[in-house]
């Protein structure tokens, strides 16, 4: 048991590196793979120590039945949670949607990041093949931006060929809720059909949130994701699904 909490922790260091090399300090819940680590090790250190073996052995019944099932349906959610997220990653848009709603990302200065140059990149080849279909960017000013993220896409959408006049822009969201509600009130009563284009780890928990928010036609666009992140991403939408379950937001 050691040997394998030893191999997980050695991944969880290694992977919270290749996170801060690529992104930063600063990288979004990059820490959770450094706290893994410093778990993962002081496990392995226990479970090298002959007595702590023999304490675990000599514990009731009591006690580690409760334990047991609990990581077990720690565990069952986990993968149960995950596979709604990767069974929504594929999701494909019908045609013809009367409105796209592009969900914002950082935007470094005034260029938008990776991530959001995929989410406005699908949003494109969504546009080129369905002329009618009108597209909302949304997003506020962060800390670093030096226009709202709303305003950013728009520039990008407009120097990829998308006429100004199919962009509708909500440049004060700060959240994925605040996307949503604010991008409804612009587009009318929910009943018009709504793609949300996000990144394909991020579809799930989107769709659940724009249904909770009164969109009664929504589907998802699911964008390409960063490829060395995506496990990072996807561990981290774990917790955001319960923490807007828990919230109420779905």
Known sequence: MNILFGVLALFSIVYYVAIVVYTGLRASFSLFWLALFVVFSGLCLLFSLPRFRLFLKGLPMWVKIPVRTTIVLGFFLFFL???FIVYHMFEQPEKD????????AQVRGETVSKSLRYRLDTAVDYLEENPETKVVVTGGKGPGEDVSEAVAM???LVDRGIGRER???ERHATNTEQNLSYSKSLIGDGEESVGIVTSSFHVFRAVCLAEKAGFEHVTGVA?????GLLPNMMVREFF???????????
Do not use: H, Q
Request: charged share 15%; hydrophobic share 60%; proline share 3%.
């Open 81 to 83: 949670v995950e596979s």
């Open 97 to 104: 949607l009367d409105y796209l709603v592009v969900l914002g």
């Open 154 to 156: 728009r520039n990008y």
């Open 167 to 169: 962009i509708i822009m």
């Open 223 to 227: 964008a390409p994701s960063v490829a």
């Open 240 to 250: 955001a699904v319960f923490k807007d379950w828990f919230m109420g937001n779905m």
